[in-house]
């Protein structure tokens, strides 16, 4: 049997009625109402009239007043609904991010100082020097001669930065800017969604059409995608912090950083497995915000396995059926 499309307005759903329906049908009058005010906001008088028209059936106005009455509450429930959660999660992201950041700063104060290599001090230079000269002293009568030079200006020059020093900050001070990144991009998008909910007070027909345009807009402007962005950069933020960490420890302690290795690596197959199951079978529930996005990204390499798992499945449940 093929599936026709769902109408888009009134007098599109009103040509498919048959003559069975001109006693009058409340639950079609919902339907079509429904219809044509969240595809094409047609006024409810002239859906109504079209419907009548078609039909030659005529509705109470409290019927009419009850069809609309039950598709704004519809979309006022979904859109409450929508912008609580979106909210919420927003809010343990800031949370996160505010922590990870003053920790972070903290951090990196010591780790800056890396790159500014100071000279050496001039007292411990020359004491140094002094023991030098007395160690290669030599006695030839009637004179002490030393064969360690005098000090010269280039003992004074500034040693070069470390490599390890150079990669720790690149990484720390990234880690940063993520977090910082992250949680500029929360206070963005609750910005977004107070204002999605001001001036949506009352169940009129003018706030309901209202209501419906907004939503619209959220989801033509993707801004449940930059939401799912938020923990993807926090989730950057944290591998680059972990590595500059790695770099630090491996220099100063192998012993230390050879346990830390180990705990970074568990946490880090977990993240990634839990990341890459979901792409590769249906019935998983780590589905998140990270997931879709390597399903977006490589949707050539992702999708294929995904969709074969679809199949698979598909077909093993006919087989059982049979």
């Known amino acids: 049997m093929s599936e026709t499309a769902p109408p888009t307005s009134i007098a599109q759903s009103a040509q498919g009625h048959t003559t069975a329906d001109q006693g009058g049908n409340p639950q079609q009058l919902h339907a079509d109402v429904g219809a044509a005010f969240s595809q094409n906001y047609e006024p409810l008088e002239h859906a109504y009239t079209l419907y009548c028209s078609r039909h030659h059936t005529l509705f109470t106005q409290d019927e009419t007043k009850q069809a609309f009455s039950k598709i704004a509450t ?4 979904y859109s409450e609904a929508l912008i609580e959660r979106w909210s919420k999660e927003i809010d343990t992201y800031l949370v996160y991010a505010g922590l990870f950041s003053a920790i972070l700063t903290a951090f990196n104060v010591e780790s800056y100082q890396l790159l500014q290599a100071s000279p050496p001090d001039p007292s411990h230079a020359i004491l140094q020097r002094i023991s030098l000269q007395l ?44 977090s910082l990144s992250s949680a500029s991009v929360g206070i963005l998008v609750k910005q977004w969604l107070n204002e999605f909910q001001s001036g949506l007070s009352g169940d009129s027909e003018h706030v309901a059409k209202l209501r419906q345009y907004r939503l619209n807009n959220l989801e033509h402007c993707r801004v449940g995608s930059v939401v799912n962005a938020i923990p993807v950069l926090l989730q950057g933020a944290l591998a680059l912090f972990c590595a500059g960490l790695l770099i630090l420890l491996w220099h100063l302690h192998r012993a230390v950083a050879a346990v830390t290795s180990l705990l970074v690596l568990a946490i880090a197959v977990f993240i990634i497995g839990t990341t890459i199951t979901p792409l590769v079978t249906a019935r998983c529930a780590y589905l998140s915000p990270q997931s879709l996005v390597l399903y977006t990204i490589w949707p050539s390499i992702l999708r294929g396995p995904y969709k074969l798992t679809i199949a698979v499945k598909a077909h093993q449940q006919s087989v059982r059926a049979a």
């Open 74 to 77: 519809q979309v006022k429930q």
């Open 135 to 178: 160690a290669s002293l030599s006695y030839t009568p009637p004179f002490i001669n030393s064969s360690y030079p005098a000090i010269s200006s280039s003992d004074a020059s500034t040693p070069p930065v470390s490599n390890w020093a150079v990669w720790l900050n690149i990484f720390w001070f990234s880690s940063l800017i993520l």
